[in-house]
Nanobody, 123 residues
Framework: VQLQASGGGLVQAGDSLNLSCQVS????????MGWFRQAPGKEREFVSS????????NYADSVKGRFTISRDNAKNTVYLQMNSLKPEDTAVYYC?????????????????WGQGTQVTVSS
């Protein structure tokens, strides 16, 4: 199973980025997907997840109202639209594939992780 994330970059506060993650090697539509992030010197934290068929989503309080997760099961791809970015959003963002189709916020609920994509927001 491979997860290939892309879309990170260097932006200014208030800008937007759209991360994408393409999955291969498993039946994409059977599993929940999510995003985690880790900033330098900080623990890895949950950002958002989406159920296998895309009906249910959840978000960390810190990104609620600014980030939107979505998926296209025909393209085996999950997205994270990030708007109104803040310097505190700076981190490496990891795409993850779940052990089931249900929403989960724990990292233990995800068995495959992408390589990470760097997002840097300058003030």
């Amino acid at each position: 199973v491979q997860l290939q994330a892309s879309g990170g970059g260097l932006v200014q506060a208030g800008d937007s980025l759209n991360l994408s993650c393409q999955v291969s090697g498993r039946t994409f539509s059977s599993y929940a997907m999510g995003w985690f992030r880790q900033a330098p010197g900080k623990e890895r934290e949950f950002v958002s997840s989406i159920s296998s068929v895309g009906i249910r989503t959840n978000y960390a309080d810190s990104v609620k109202g600014r980030f939107t997760i979505s998926r296209d099961n025909a393209k085996n791809t999950v997205y994270l639209q990030m708007n109104s970015l803040k310097p505190e959003d700076t981190a490496v963002y990891y795409c993850v594939s779940g052990r089931s189709g249900f929403l989960q916020t724990s990292s233990r609920a995800y068995d495959y992780w992408g390589q990470g994509t760097q997002v840097t927001v300058s003030s």
